[in-house]
């Protein structure tokens, strides 16, 4: 069926148990890919996350001269080419919905002797990006985007980057990163400081590569010139497809669900504070460290939850868990208010709006403000209704949790890009209790 034909249709009811294991990080599986190709050797990764934005950045690493082979179960071998190894692409890099791989390699690419285009589909050539290209203009890159400050993103090699100092001023992972990528081409230091934490994956993945990273507080630096070394990357499940079940099981009665192998890296668990505080019923189990990073599994059962006013400091460690946590906020007792959220306005859709109207078409009062919103919740039950996602996955999915306390179906349209982040969703659901299937709209 066309892709912009597929729906969800999720009947009311239902409750999720037993365990399952989410698919793999996506922020630590694109980063894998990228720094094992800059890497001396062969990096071995296991639990990559096959999905359709994971796969944008593989291809465009072997576009890029990188021999990657794809041996199945989530298995990737990433024959290094070294931080100087490279080559000029024959076309222009597509990558698709990707917001992370555009950044990111725009970081990566202006470090080298040859031009390179990055593009994307409809959805990612609306997203800005001079928040990336700006402070890497800064550092000597010459990069380009249209006069709006979207994609297509051209840019032209052989310029000689330095070292800067910079003050982000919006918290983002993904500028963060695209300095931390352009500063291992630049002469002396680079360093950036955020205004609040975000997601620590490439310092800590530049440190397994064996790279050197200074970090200070809300200061990470490191010097251009140095060597990655090859290394084994064990991706866990990823905590922002593991919301969607954490939120599912928390609204429908007689749930018991464990969530196995989770990343709980300190700067991606917002969305176990924000729940918790709303009272929901959730166990940390067995914490252990996996190739530098957090993970454990997650066992979570039925819970009234209640309304509450979001902390602004957990809103960088929940940024891409909020169309699941609205859900929630909706079938609670009382009312949740966000603010400091401007940056959902910015990501595959403009989440505050799509959310609201969305919650709208299911009976919810929910009023979107320029950096927030504001949800009145129903305390207990939603009503069924017709909801677009506007071809946003996480949209998609937290739509389709809704159905666990809604009282009539709930179908939500152009649903095609959940398989960006979460391959699989589907029968994962089916499998654990969620009434859905997938059909034309």
């Known amino acids: 069926m066309p892709s912009s034909k597929l729906s969800f249709h999720v009947s009311p009811g239902g409750c999720l148990k037993g365990r399952v294991r989410v698919p793999g990080d996506k922020s630590i599986s694109h980063r894998s890919i990228m720094l094992g190709a800059l890497a001396d050797g062969v990096t071995e990764v296991t639990g990559f996350l096959e999905g359709a934005d994971c796969l944008a950045t593989l291809q465009a690493m072997r576009a890029l001269g990188v021999s990657v082979e794809t041996l199945g179960q989530g298995h990737v071998r990433v024959h290094g080419v070294g931080v100087d190894g490279l080559r000029a692409p024959a076309a222009p890099l597509d990558l698709g919905n990707s917001g992370t791989s555009m950044r990111l390699m725009a970081g990566l690419l202006s ?135 954490l939120v599912g099981a928390s609204l429908a009665p007689g749930s018991q669900l464990v969530l196995e192998h989770v990343g709980i890296n300190p700067t991606r668990t917002g969305v176990i504070d924000i729940l918790r505080m709303m009272g929901a019923d959730i166990e940390v189990m067995g914490a252990r460290e996996v190739g530098g990073e957090s993970v454990a599994d997650l066992r979570v059962g039925y819970a009234l939850l209640h309304g509450i006013d979001i902390p602004e400091e957990l809103v960088p460690l929940a940024i891409d868990e909020f169309p699941a946590i609205f859900v929630a906020a909706a079938c609670a007792e009382g009312t949740t208010r966000l603010t400091g959220a401007a940056e959902l306005r910015v990501k595959e859709s403009d989440r505050i709006q799509v959310m609201a109207d969305g919650l709208h078409a299911c009976g919810v009062d929910a009023q979107p403000t320029t950096d927030g919103i504001v949800i009145l919740g129903t305390g207990g039950h939603i009503q069924g209704g017709n909801v677009d996602s506007h071809g946003d996955h996480r949209i998609a999915m937290a739509f389709a949790m809704a159905g666990l306390c809604s009282t009539s179906p709930i179908t939500i349209a152009d649903c095609a890009n959940v398989n960006t982040s979460f391959p699989g969703f589907i029968d994962m659901a089916q499998r654990i209790g969620l009434n859905i299937k997938a059909g034309e709209a």
Do not use: W
Request: charged fraction near 20%; aromatic fraction near 6%; hydrophobic fraction near 35%.
């Open 111 to 245: 470090g080298q002797p040859f031009d390179s285009t990055l593009t994307g589909d409809a959805s990612l050539s609306r997203r800005p990006m001079r928040r990336v290209t700006g402070p890497l203009t800064d550092m000597g890159a010459s990069i380009e985007t249209t006069p709006d400050g979207t994609p297509p993103i051209h840019v032209h090699g052989g310029g000689a980057l330095r070292g800067i100092r910079y003050d982000m001023p919006v918290a983002s992972a993904q500028v963060k990163s695209a300095l931390l990528l352009a500063g291992l081409y630049a002469a002396g230091e680079t360093c950036v400081r955020e205004p609040a934490p975000t997601r620590d994956h490439t310092e800590r993945m530049l440190a397994g590569f064996g790279y050197a990273v200074e970090r200070d507080g809300n200061q990470v630096c490191l010097r251009g010139g140095g060597r990655l070394r090859a290394t084994r990357v064990d991706v866990p499940a990823d905590i922002s497809s593991a919301a969607f079940f």
